[in-house]
């Protein structure tokens, strides 16, 4: 027999912490729009594209990084599969950086944190400064002359800034740890964190479509597929957006 | 290494980097290169159609949105 059969129906609802916290998380991000069925009809443009693809790149680079990883710098160095995932690795580094470019430029002339968006932007613009030392760290962990060169040269600039005795360019151990734990921890939960943001504000619109939208609330004669309904996403009215599955 | 050699024949990087230097501004040619394309890919993405958003789009103003 169990204490849930016998509870009464009219009992106060437990306010234990694992309650507040799912409460607070299913307020915070519905179902519904953690998994949306469908995206508003602008997000179909290539300019929208480079976030996932960001991601993709991130895949393959965790992906690759997992085996190099397993495997050791003795196999990636000599082996010719060895050199097929070091490279792998690379270029997918080189793809992340590119898109991520690509996302960052589109987002920031779409002056993407409207609609109370700021926090999509200011996770994004972390994330992409934090993935430069993580870069940065996998250049230095590479066990070979470029390695070499690279942290040599980097640590002066470490050094004129006071942080050279903390994190030091030319230990090896040091630089490994944070390129294969601490500084890919930090990206993934960035990038988590951004994409659930994301998924509550709504993907940013237009200029001219906000400007709609605005008009029409204003009194203005409503779109041709129904007036205005609650906002979706960052205060655009669903009808205006023309969502589809 | 057969093909290695055929490739180092065709790629000669046996030399100093070569740089583009402009004022402060000290970048390297493959650096160029890249920024070059990213600029590239940005404008495209902008003027280029996605697919079947044109359909999508009359389907929506036909009243056909689900």
Known sequence: MSAASTTPPSTPRSKSWTVKVREKGVEALPPERLLPDGQPTYVASWIYVFGVASIASLIVIIASGTILALKGPAWWHETSVGHFFNSIHMWSVELFFFVMVVHLWGKYWMASWRGGRGRVWVTGAITFLVAVPAALTGYVSQQNFDAQWISTQAKDAMNSVGVGAFFNLTNFGQMYSYHILLLPIAVVALVSVHVLLVRRNGVVPPFELEQRVALTSAGAPPEPNGSPQAPTGGGVPRAATGEQS | ?66
């Not at chain 2, 970048?27 to 999508?56: C, E, H, K, Q, T």
């Not at chain 2, 789009?57 to 949105?65: E, I, K, L, N, Y």
Request: without cysteine; hydrophobic residues 60%; proline residues 5%.
């Open chain 2, 1 to 66: 290494m057969g093909f290695v050699d055929a490739m180092g024949a065709v790629f000669n990087l046996d030399h100093p980097a070569h740089t583009v230097d402009w004022n402060f501004i000290h970048l390297s040619v493959a650096n160029v290169v890249v920024i070059g394309l990213m600029l590239i890919v940005f404008v495209l993405a902008i003027l280029l159609p996605f697919p079947g958003a044109a359909a999508r789009d009359a389907a929506r103003r036909g009243g056909g949105a689900s």
